[in-house]
């Protein structure tokens, strides 16, 4: 492990923003501090950076306890939420500022901050004052000052976070590419899961200050640990009773269910492809139709109950008010703290996934 | 910041003026207010004391300047002034830095004390200070003891350390109080990022606090001076020995209550000399004001 956070506990004042936070990053992974705003992850950066002192528990990184090492003798990078250029410097002085600060030769400095600022493609632009470059312009300064002094531990605040929906598209592939071809351990953080899903190679989901789940976000998309991660990943509706469903009828009662719209299939009677399946089906009909770019969600009304699902484009138009035979393949159920997979009794022994 | 709130509301008056008639009416009326006022309670009094101090001549004004009480009030006036410029500015710096940058308890207290000189009259102030220091105050053996130890005479009160402690008293909050909103608005995250970087307090300083308060460490400096110089209320109650303690505000009060015609002259050439100060410094705070928004 090249990061590890042991029983980390902080409070401020009697608020509790860290509640026993266990968790090792390997050496050269990128991961995401994922969770809903206020949960605490700017605070267990500020905590491996040194930035914030932990009530109890060790910061380890490289085996070694740092807790009680400076913020500036961690050697760590640090991209700040709104990255926190020098505003009185120019672009090459904040790249160099790691560097005169640790001396170097003068040359030395220009060789790697000119380095640098090619690798974040901003030539040319070394003669600028922050307040005179775009957000994304800004948040590759950030980043190549960040690496200047070459840490082995790159920690960002919502890197994304003050960028344009589009902008940042382009950025995130950047970064993980940028990343990548430093090979720097990395932990970021972020409110998007998108963001997490597409950069990160592990997600550390937190909530009011706890380790819900860590893993890979396949993992934590597929096998929910709690019953906040079942909710918060992926876009989900949350049923109080499901149990009357076909294929569900043995659910315990009184517990909440999660039905992602990838759960469930809607198709017409005389389709072919689902005839087998028809004795598991429920009758819904059409409330509304979203066009969202490369498909379809459509929301139905089954038993009393809306449900969503997405439809391919290249598939037969359907029209609200419209009857479809609905398909629930699985369900989530959330106890107190857990969320378990229910699957549709009425499809055992059918291969869904060759359908 | 506030250069910019002055602009915007600037702005939205010419905005309000263009629009109506009655608009145009308000705005001359007030501005015929203001200059009214501006006249009657500041350019006439001052071109009173000059036109006063200059009318018995040239001999008689530089003979007033050079009087031995006035020499001696000018030098206690700038030790005075200098050594609170240096003090609160130093202070200024430590107590603004402690309160925007770290979080502890006691830090509103803190920022409330400091405004204290800004709320309490500066003749209690430094009656206070007689009380303290004073041959009947509870720190009086503590002197006397430093005194003995170090075979020195230093006495705080009717003496000239006693006219800096209390020009100190009443001048500090002006440098805390110009930085302390510059340093919240600007938050701790550059410092933070440049400590990541490896760097060590006084190089955040130096590098990347400083270029940032420059100026408005420079307006509060001059703040702190002009009131410095011109204190009269505090110096007053610990300053009584004429010719020796006293500052210009108290040789220019000294001459004018003694009532001939010739000291009254000698009073406002001797207030004239403040006056010219105060032009400079005025001049000086235009010039800084002006700076620190180009820069802005
Ligand atoms: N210096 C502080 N003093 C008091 N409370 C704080 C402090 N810093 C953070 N908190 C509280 O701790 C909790 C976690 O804050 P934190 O900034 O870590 O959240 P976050 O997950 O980064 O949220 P966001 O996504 O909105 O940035 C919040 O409830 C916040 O109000
Ligand atoms: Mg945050």
Redo the contacts between chains.
């Keep these: 492990m090249y990061v590890e956070m042991k029983h980390i506990n902080k409070n401020f004042g009697d608020y509790e923003a860290a509640k026993d936070i266990n968790f090792g990053v390997e050496q050269g992974r990128m991961v995401a501090l994922l969770g809903p705003s206020g949960s605490g992850k700017t605070t267990i950066l500020r905590m491996i950076a040194g930035l914030e002192r932990q009530d109890s528990g060790d910061v380890v990184i490289e085996g070694k306890v740092v807790n009680d090492i400076a913020a500036r003798d961690r050697g760590i990078g640090f991209v700040f939420q709104n990255y926190a250029l020098f505003r009185y410097m120019t672009v090459y002085e904040n790249v160099a500022f790691g560097l005169r600060v640790q001396k170097e030769e003068k040359q030395k400095i220009h060789s790697r901050v000119t380095e640098l600022i090619n690798l974040v493609g901003l030539e040319g632009m070394e003669k600028r004052y922050p307040d005179q470059l775009s957000g994304g312009q800004r948040q590759r300064v950030a980043f190549a000052r960040a690496l200047a002094p070459n840490p082995q531990l790159l920690l960002l605040d919502e890197p994304f976070a003050a960028i344009d929906a589009k902008v940042r598209k382009e950025l995130r592939g950047w970064l993980k590419e940028m990343i990548a071809k430093v090979g720097i351990t990395s932990i970021f953080v972020t409110h998007d899961q998108d963001e997490a899903v597409e950069v990160a190679d592990d997600i550390i989901i937190i909530n009011e200050g706890r380790l819900e789940q860590m893993g890979s976000p396949m993992e934590i998309y597929k096998k929910p640990k709690t019953s906040f991660v079942a909710q918060f990943i992926g876009t989900s509706a949350v049923l109080d009773d499901f149990s009357g469903f076909k294929g569900f009828e043995d659910l315990p009662k009184g517990k909440q269910a999660i039905v992602r719209p990838e759960f469930v299939e809607a198709f017409k009677s005389d389709n072919e492809k689902f005839k087998s399946l028809m004795h598991a089906t429920e009758t819904g009909v059409i409330k509304d139709i979203a066009f969202r770019g490369s498909y379809q969600e459509l929301t139905l009304e089954v038993n009393g109950i809306l449900l969503s699902t997405n439809r391919s484009l290249e598939r037969r138009p359907v029209r609200v008010g419209e009857q479809m035979c609905v398909l629930v393949y699985r369900v989530y159920i959330l106890d107190e703290t857990d969320a378990e997979i229910h699957k549709n009794q009425l499809l055992k022994g059918v291969d869904i996934e060759a359908l | 910041m506030k250069n910019q709130e002055s602009m915007t509301m600037e702005s939205s008056k010419n905005q309000k003026g263009a629009g109506s008639g009655e608009g145009k009416l308000a705005r001359c009326l007030l501005i015929g207010i203001s200059v009214l006022f501006l006249l009657i309670m500041l350019v006439f009094p001052l071109v009173e004391v000059i036109y006063r101090s200059l009318k018995e001549g040239l001999k008689m004004y530089g003979d007033a300047l050079t009087a031995p009480n006035t020499l001696s009030a000018l030098g206690v006036t700038l030790i005075a002034a200098v050594i609170a410029l240096a003090v609160n500015t130093f202070f200024g710096l430590c107590a603004a830095w402690l309160i925007t940058k770290f979080d502890f308890r006691g830090r509103q207290l803190l920022s409330t004390l400091i405004d204290i000189p800004f709320s309490i009259s500066p003749v209690i102030a430094g009656l206070a200070f007689i009380m303290t220091f004073g041959r009947m105050g509870w720190a009086k053996p503590l002197i006397d003891g430093v005194n003995d130890l170090f075979g020195t005479d230093i006495s705080l009160v009717f003496s000239v350390p006693g006219v800096v402690l209390a020009t100190i008293f009443v001048t500090f909050p002006f440098v805390s109080r110009e930085l302390i909103p510059v340093m919240q608005a600007q938050g701790s995250?550059?410092e933070?990022?440049?400590?990541?970087?490896?760097?060590?307090g006084l190089?955040i300083f130096r590098?990347?606090t400083f270029?940032?308060i420059k100026w408005a460490l420079l307006y509060g400096m001059i703040l702190c001076a002009a009131r410095a110089l011109g204190e009269f209320g505090a110096v007053y109650a610990v300053s009584k020995a004429r010719g020796k303690t006293f500052t210009l505000p108290l040789e220019i009060d000294a001459l004018y209550m003694a009532g001939s015609a010739d000291s009254i002259t000698q009073a406002f050439a001797v207030s004239s000399l403040l006056v010219i100060m105060a032009i400079i410094i005025l001049i000086l705070k235009q010039i800084v004001e002006y700076r620190g928004k180009r820069e802005q």
Excluded: S
Aim: hydrophobic share 50%.
């Design positions: 995250a550059e933070e990022a440049a400590a990541m970087m490896g760097a060590k190089t590098r990347v270029p940032h």
